[in-house]
Nanobody
Framework: QVQLVESGGGLVQAGGSLRLSCAAS????????MAWFRQTPGKEREFVAA????????DYADSVKGRFTVSRDTAKNTLYLQMNSLKPEDTAVYYC???????????????????WGQGTQVSVSS
């Protein structure tokens, strides 16, 4: 079992930055992939970014490429999402997730992720 706890959300003005963290505990997951998804009320969950825990391969949604960076600290078992040049349309609850299966390429489908955090709210004002 893996436990995921997000932090770092908040309210920021458009053009600002935030860094989200996701602390992972429980079973080791050297072969896992981890990802960030986001969701707003009335909309489906949306893939944001993913990273392979071992190796660091990454993938991003087109809407965040060039603005967001996903990374991980394997020593701290922590996933990060650095969000720059934030826009009001980035407002959402952000979730981290872990996929215990090896997939190539990294999955962008939330149904293939096995573990989820509780989410952290990011609000961007115009």
């Amino acid at each position: 079992q893996v436990q995921l706890v997000e932090s770092g959300g908040g309210l920021v003005q458009a053009g600002g930055s935030l860094r989200l963290s996701c602390a992972a505990s429980g079973r080791t997951f050297s072969s896992y992939a981890m990802a960030w998804f986001r969701q707003t009320p009335g909309k489906e969950r949306e893939f944001v970014a993913a990273i392979r825990w071992s190796g660091g391969n990454t993938d991003y949604a087109d809407s965040v490429k060039g603005r967001f960076t996903v990374s991980r600290d394997t020593a701290k078992n922590t996933l990060y999402l650095q969000m720059n040049s934030l826009k009001p349309e980035d407002t959402a609850v952000y979730y981290c997730a872990a996929d215990r299966n090896w997939r190539a390429p990294l999955s962008t489908d939330g149904r293939e992720y096995d573990y989820w955090g509780q989410g952290t709210q990011v609000s961007v004002s115009s």
